[in-house]
């Protein structure tokens, strides 16, 4: 059961400009979750974003939650030949009887061309 | 250096032959999973434990077997029965506490019938 949604499949942006992926879910949520895989690897984690909350940064990344219109919004800044990878978003579904189960999404191709 | 260690990278399997996925982690961490991702798609959850000797079906879990005798291992078999195995196959575990963590993963194996 796929819950995430993220729009768009690929970007293609140039090395300094920012890069911005959405990401919509269908069900009430615990937390949200951002994923980066480099090509033939496993995922990293990037940031947690609690359903309480509504936005969030870590470092070069911005992170938004709106609960009411269940989607998220990922942010790099001044984004880099490295930041090159596919994104997931991730859903901790409410209700999941504190299963820690989490919910991908299909991800976005994000190329960036120095 | 603690993480997860998925082996091998990369495995060959006849028709009609089992074999296993090995996952390992020196983490302590309670919850382990195994994902199936297929290529430009998200990742899909086969089985997932959140505690020695006791584990779960995911979403795709027929053809798939699993075992957790040990905190640290939490091995993947793909049996006969799962007639489309060929896909990258990813471990993940994570310290659930209330409001969520983090999964940390693992490289993955790539499985291809031949």
């Known amino acids: 059961s796929q819950q995430g949604e993220e729009d768009p499949q690929a970007l293609s942006i140039q090395e300094g400009e920012n890069a911005t992926m959405n990401c919509s879910y269908k069900t009430s949520i615990n937390n949200l979750q951002w994923y980066r895989q480099n090509s033939g690897r496993g995922l990293v984690h990037l940031i947690l974003i609690r359903s309480n909350e509504r936005e969030k940064h870590s470092g070069r990344l911005r992170v938004t939650l709106d609960t009411s219109k269940k989607s998220s919004s990922l942010l790099i800044t001044a984004s880099r030949a490295a930041d090159t990878a596919s994104y997931f978003c991730a859903t901790d579904p409410l209700g999941s009887s504190n299963t820690g189960k989490l919910i991908f999404g299909q991800g976005t191709t994000l190329q960036v061309k120095p | 250096d603690g993480g997860i260690t998925q082996s091998p990278k990369y495995l060959f399997r006849k028709e009609g032959q089992n074999v296993t996925l090995s996952c390992e982690q020196n983490?302590?961490?309670?919850?382990m999973y195994w994902y199936r991702q297929d290529p430009g798609q998200g990742l899909r959850l086969i089985y997932y434990s959140q505690i020695v000797n006791d584990f779960q079906k995911g979403d795709i879990a027929e053809g798939y077997s699993v075992s957790r005798e040990k905190k640290e291992s939490f091995p993947l078999t793909v049996t006969s029965a799962q007639k489309n195995p060929t896909a990258f196959y990813l471990c993940?575990?994570?310290?659930?506490?209330?409001?969520?963590?983090?999964?940390?993963f693992g490289s993955g194996t790539r499985l291809t019938v031949v």
């Open positions: 983490l302590n961490h309670d919850a």
């Open positions: 993940a575990s994570s310290i659930y506490t209330f409001g969520g963590n983090g999964y940390t």
